[in-house]
């Protein structure tokens, strides 16, 4: 009886493991193409985000200039921004590299590193703009905005561009996370021992 049930699991696990090799071609190139779509998106937008924060600048006659070197986090942001549209640019053209492919570990690196880092720079650059729009009356420091408005619009469009290239990446770590992971099978299922 034992041997039938153990055949009968034999059998539903070849069948099981079958039927996913066939589909594991199509799931893989599926999910290649959604990596990258990702990372051609992230070259735009961080472009983008370089471009408003670098141009951004605007004169007040009674407070000065404000620009983007006045504020040593906007260029943690632009830099960044700057490593992060190289890396998704380099690491899409080498993803339809055949003999790189297979290496899923030169993704799965680099990509947690930069959703970290992102992180950070949108941290960042969100204290930034908080502190320009509200101040922070502790440590004297008085909101901005209403001194210099264009300036603090185009940070905060610039912000929010910065925002989606970090979902990219959160989302482009998972994938990466996924290929790289996939090919080693589960643990073993401690009643599955038990029964073998």
Not at 14 to 35: G, N, V, Y
Not at 116 to 127: D, L, N, P, Q, R
Request: charged fraction near 15%.
């Amino acid at each position: 009886m034992r041997s039938n049930n153990n055949n009968n699991n034999n059998t539903r696990e070849e069948e099981r493991s079958s039927s996913s090799k066939q589909q594991q071609p199509q799931a893989f190139m599926s999910l290649k193409i959604i990596d990258s779509c990702l990372r051609l998106s992230v070259v735009p937008l961080s472009v983008a985000t370089i471009w408003l924060t670098v141009t951004n600048h605007e004169s007040n006659p009674d407070y000065g200039n404000l620009d983007y070197n006045s504020i040593m986090g906007l260029k943690y942001m632009v830099g960044v921004s700057a490593i992060s549209a190289i890396y998704a640019l380099l690491s899409t053209i080498s993803s339809w590299v055949t003999c790189l492919v297979s290496k899923a570990w030169l993704f799965f690196v680099p990509d947690q590193v930069l959703a970290y880092v992102m992180t950070t720079s949108v941290a960042g650059a969100t204290e930034i703009v908080y502190l320009l729009n509200k101040g922070d009356k502790i440590v004297t420091w008085s909101e901005m905005c209403s001194s210099y408005p264009h300036y603090c619009s185009k940070l905060t469009i610039a912000l929010g561009l910065h925002v989606f290239v970090l979902f990219f990446f959160l989302f482009l770590s998972v994938i990466s996370a996924y290929r790289a992971f996939s090919p080693f099978d589960p643990p073993c299922d401690s009643q599955t021992n038990i029964d073998a």
